[in-house]
């Protein structure tokens, strides 16, 4: 029961964090930024289809180099896909696919740095865990 919990809570804690980084990355790269709520289905739905995608995917070309760059480029263009037809101006009009493929790569972007360095800031931290437990024979 725990577990399940523990997974709702960060699904919502990653959700939050997913609209957060697509709000700054409109903000930086159309010049405006979106409501949360907008910036929350923006986020779920990308969320989706890039499961979606990535199980299709995965069951065409399998695993290895080839299929995760083909996976990348895919979801970048689906990702973009979707902020256009969900992310709209202030004045309620669409973005235009180019300027939401222009946020879909900052938003991504943004998420490979925060990667790394959630990477860099945990990893050690659990390779100084492991170390410990190997050095002493646990």
């Known amino acids: 029961m725990t577990a399940i919990l523990y997974m709702i809570v960060a699904l919502v804690i990653g959700i939050a964090v997913g609209a957060?980084?697509?709000?700054?990355a409109a903000r930086v790269a159309a010049g405006f930024m979106p409501k949360?709520?907008?910036?929350?289905?923006?986020?779920v739905v990308q969320f989706i289809a890039a499961m979606i995608v990535g199980w299709i995917l995965g069951m065409v070309l399998g695993n290895g180099t080839f299929a995760g760059l083909v996976s990348l480029v895919v979801v970048f263009l689906v990702y973009s896909a979707i902020t256009n037809l969900l992310l709209k101006k202030p004045d309620g009009s669409q973005l235009g696919f180019g300027k939401a493929a222009l946020v879909t790569l900052v938003q991504l972007i943004i998420q490979i740095i925060l990667g790394v360095i959630l990477v860099f800031a945990f990893g050690t931290a659990l390779l100084g865990i492991f170390g410990g437990m190997a050095a002493v024979g646990g």
Do not use: D, E, P, T
């Open 20 to 24: 957060g980084i697509l709000m700054l």
């Open 36 to 43: 949360f709520l907008s910036a929350v289905a923006v986020v």
